[in-house]
Nanobody
Framework: QVQLVESGGGLVQTGGSLRLSCAAS????????MGWYRQAPGKQRELVAT???????AYADSVKGRFTISRENAKNTVYLQMNSLKSEDTAVYYC?????????WGKGTLVTVSS
């Protein structure tokens, strides 16, 4: 059974940095696409960033230039480096992974940015 386990969330001040990690377990197959979504209180879940198995990336306009997504295929792990954090980045961040025959979500990790 495939599981995605996130780590790295927490409390940080405005302008600070955090690095999220998400490891996929229970499979030896490389995920075709991995990424991060987030959901702020009272808002819909939104895409933050994605990365393909060969390294192609896409970002939401709101995080371009501040967040960087990367992955280690050998570990089936995806990372999200978040810099210059703003209060509006406060949300639960969910890891997402996709491969033929399966779509997977992590349980989420809370990121709180305080001013």
């Amino acid at each position: 059974q495939v599981q995605l386990v996130e780590s790295g969330g927490g409390l940080v001040q405005t302008g600070g940095s955090l690095r999220l990690s998400c490891a996929a377990s229970g499979t030896s197959f490389i995920m075709n696409l991995m990424g991060w979504y987030r959901q702020a209180p009272g808002k819909q879940r939104e895409l933050v960033a994605t990365i393909g198995s060969r390294g192609s990336t896409a970002y939401a306009d709101s995080v371009k230039g501040r967040f960087t997504i990367s992955r280690e295929n050998a570990k089936n792990t995806v990372y999200l480096q978040m810099n210059s954090l703003k209060s509006e980045d406060t949300a639960v961040y969910y890891c997402h992974a996709l491969r033929p025959g399966g779509i997977y979500w992590g349980k989420g990790t809370l990121v709180t940015v305080s001013s």
